[in-house]
């Protein structure tokens, strides 16, 4: 299959690479629908040291699941998934916080012989906790927008969260990165009422039938993929 290393600052290439397969009975392997470059991919873009051998890229990705092992029971064939953009197990102490970045036997996609996001295909370690079930088609216009369930929504969802930040809560957002610009959802996938493109206050959206916007992240992504689809 194809997939993007990246062998330098400046040096992107598309290269064929083995395809991915079920190593461990947790995995899948999911045929990617989307992906896209994320601002943190910009960094070894501007700074990598030149290398012989190129590393895979990407951490946002959503596709069509191809094959599970055989201690994926939450996954079949054909379900559309989108991958948060670190990889876990859902069920580890730090899981069970809201904590998937730190999870004990999670990891981060593109290192450590796991497959990157922008290629054909993933092989995805831990799938039962890591994907996310999206209640649409693969032919569905609402892809783009689902993607950002990967990375963007989640982030912001974080942020938001971390902050404190409540219903009519004025914030003010430093930087114009992705986070930044996104326009901030809520979990009904209402959008706040004011918005400013850079550095500028944002009005916080009302956390539908809630008094603060929900702790954990698997439901927070779940919650926000149902309402994209509605």
């Known amino acids: 299959m194809r997939a993007t290393l990246m062998y330098g600052a400046g040096d992107v290439r598309v290269e064929n690479v083995p395809d991915p397969t079920i190593q461990q009975p947790t995995d899948a392997v999911v045929r990617v629908l989307r992906s896209c470059v994320c601002g943190s991919d910009l960094w070894p873009y501007g700074a990598m040291p030149a290398s012989e051998h190129g590393v895979r890229m990407g951490h946002e990705f959503l596709g069509v699941v191809e094959?599970?092992?055989?201690?994926?029971?939450?996954?079949?064939?054909?379900?559309?998934?989108?991958?948060?953009?670190?990889?876990?197990?859902?069920?580890?102490?730090?899981?069970?916080?809201?904590?998937?970045?730190?999870?004990?036997?999670?990891g981060l996609w593109a290192r450590d012989g796991i497959d990157g996001g922008q290629g054909e295909a993933v092989r995805v370690p831990q799938a039962q906790g890591t994907l996310v079930k999206l209640p649409v088609a693969e032919?569905?216009?609402?892809?783009?927008?689902?993607?950002?369930?990967s990375d963007v929504f989640c982030t912001g969802h974080h942020c938001a969260v971390t902050a404190g930040v409540g219903p009519r809560t004025t914030v003010t957002v430093v930087g114009d990165g992705a986070v930044g610009l996104r326009r901030p959802r809520?979990?009904?996938g209402s959008a706040p009422s004011t918005s400013s493109s850079w550095a500028g206050t944002r009005t916080a959206p009302?956390?539908?039938?809630?008094?603060?916007?929900?702790?954990?992240?698997?439901?927070?992504a779940k919650k926000a993929s149902s309402a994209f689809a509605n």
């Open 67 to 106: 094959e599970t092992g055989a201690e994926v029971s939450a996954l079949t064939a054909g379900d559309l998934v989108v991958a948060p953009f670190v990889w876990s197990d859902n069920t580890c102490e730090f899981c069970r916080e809201g904590l998937h970045t730190s999870c004990l036997h999670g």
């Open 139 to 149: 032919d569905s216009a609402l892809l783009p927008s689902l993607l950002t369930l």
């Open 186 to 188: 809520g979990q009904a």
């Open 206 to 220: 009302t956390w539908a039938g809630t008094s603060a916007p929900p702790t954990s992240y698997p439901n927070a």
